[in-house]
């Protein structure tokens, strides 16, 4: 078996206590240590992951695994989608949704045994605007929030402002006229988020989608409709607990195909990752469309 291992270095900062030199030499025993061949690659700038994600699957490999948060996790997929080869999954970001669902261990020794020694699972994949994605999608004031963290870079010395700022505008985002055609259904919707979600959670273990699965070949799409301060503030405690579809107000629908239309451009994002406003976006599952690494196998060795 061939593995490459691909490591943000910047991801998740210190966290763990662990330098860009210290996963490296993690990874590279890893390696040795399950006989695995491989080496081991650190990105340098956005949108690298991918482009060594694609050389790696044809280059032959067998599995290609992300070191980083949402967002090296999305790159490498995308390059990983469709082929032959497997995504492993080692958690450093601050969401790690996808990885959590997956019950990715959070230390990385035991994800690195698990990515190279593990079993595979074929799971769902989405395509949003074009652009690939697995974990959730969303419209709305997850995407302002997105587009609020990725302003930091890779600094968190702006977190605490950030997170006050973030509590205040969630009191006062306003709702949004939406058209939507659902496999065909057409809805008209106000919405302060409208969530379109593969697995169940952002990350955080913030559930988003409780009825979501996988590896149902359906996306579900989850509308927030309009609400005052102290209703939207009683949905935290939903967002934990795995309730929020059952919230008066909350509209769900599974689908194969999505398109949500809006008089004016509106911010989105995939996995995080901030994307262009637009008037019309459409959203498609890729059913079965990506192998990854879960627990199991010799990882439990």
């Known amino acids: ?105 959070v230390d990385p020794q035991a994800a690195l045994r698990v990515a190279l020694a593990g079993d595979e699972r074929l799971v769902d994949a989405g395509r949003f605007q074009g652009r690939t994605f697995f974990n959730v999608a969303g419209i709305g004031f997850d995407a302002w929030m997105a587009g609020c963290f990725d302003s930091l870079g890779g600094e968190r010395r702006g977190l605490a402002r950030y997170t006050i700022a973030t509590f205040r505008r969630g009191f006062t985002y306003p709702a949004a006229e939406y058209l939507l055609d659902v496999d065909g259904e057409r809805l008209e919707t106000r919405a302060l988020v409208l969530a379109i979600a593969n697995f169940r959670q952002y990350g955080g273990n913030v559930i988003v989608a409780p009825p979501a699965r996988p590896d149902d070949g359906l996306l579900d799409l989850v509308a927030v409709g309009p609400r005052g301060a102290a209703s939207r503030l009683l949905l935290v405690p939903r967002l934990y607990g795995g309730t929020l579809h059952l919230a008066s107000g909350v509209l769900v629908r599974r689908a194969r195909r999505i398109t949500v239309t809006t008089a004016e451009p509106a911010p989105s994002h995939v996995d995080g990752e901030p994307m262009p406003p637009a008037v019309r976006i459409e959203a498609e599952v890729l059913p079965g469309a990506l192998r990854v690494r879960v627990p199991g196998g010799r990882a439990r060795l």
């Open 1 to 105: 078996m061939r593995a490459v291992i691909i490591i943000n270095p910047v991801a998740g900062g210190r966290a763990r206590g662990l330098t860009a030199a210290d996963r490296v030499g993690l990874a590279r025993r890893a390696l040795e240590q399950t006989g695995t061949a491989g080496e081991v690659v650190l990105t340098e700038r956005r949108g690298h992951a991918r482009g060594l994600s694609v050389e790696a699957v044809r280059s032959g490999c067998d599995v290609v695994v992300a070191w980083g948060g949402d967002g090296t996790i999305n790159e490498v997929g995308a390059g990983v989608i469709a082929s032959p080869a497997a995504l492993g999954v080692v958690r450093a970001g601050s969401g790690n949704g996808m990885a959590r669902e997956l019950g990715i261990p």
